[in-house]
């Protein structure tokens, strides 16, 4: 939410996503699924415009969204759907966490276990070769 205090547009629906607790690019963020290399690339879209994500979330202030089909959560397996719960639904209380914070860096939003993630994905890249003429 960063773009000017004016939101993003939907990349589904059109609509404007109003705040961070509505974004579905700020939750794959804080779970680790989107890297910060590849944040300002992604489309944002509100969670709800996202079923088979917002699935996941399972709290009281949350209504939950069914998904038809393949991808419906009652069709896999159970210890993944516990899991994918577990880690949605903390993203989820992460961004209500950041909103009512105020300013806080976008480096710190992610979840713990998103943040050791990322660190480890840039210590493992091969360094560019340096090579003197």
């Known amino acids: 939410m960063a773009k000017c205090d004016e939101g993003y547009l939907c990349s589904i629906c059109g609509g404007d996503v109003e705040n961070i607790t509505q974004s579905d690019l700020y939750l794959r963020y804080v779970t680790g699924m989107i890297d910060p290399e590849l944040l300002h690339a992604e489309p944002e879209r509100h969670i709800r415009c996202n079923p088979t994500l917002a699935q996941f979330i399972v709290a009281e202030d949350f209504e939950a969204i069914h ?23 903390r993203g989820w209380n992460r961004l209500k966490e950041i909103r009512s914070l105020g300013e806080v860096s976008i480096l710190e939003f992610p979840l713990p276990e998103a943040i050791e993630k990322f660190k480890n994905r840039a210590t493992s890249m091969p360094s560019p070769d340096v090579t003197s003429e």
């Open 67 to 89: 998904v038809e089909g393949d991808f419906d959560k009652s069709q896999l397996d159970q210890a993944h759907v516990r899991q994918r719960e577990s880690l949605i639904t």
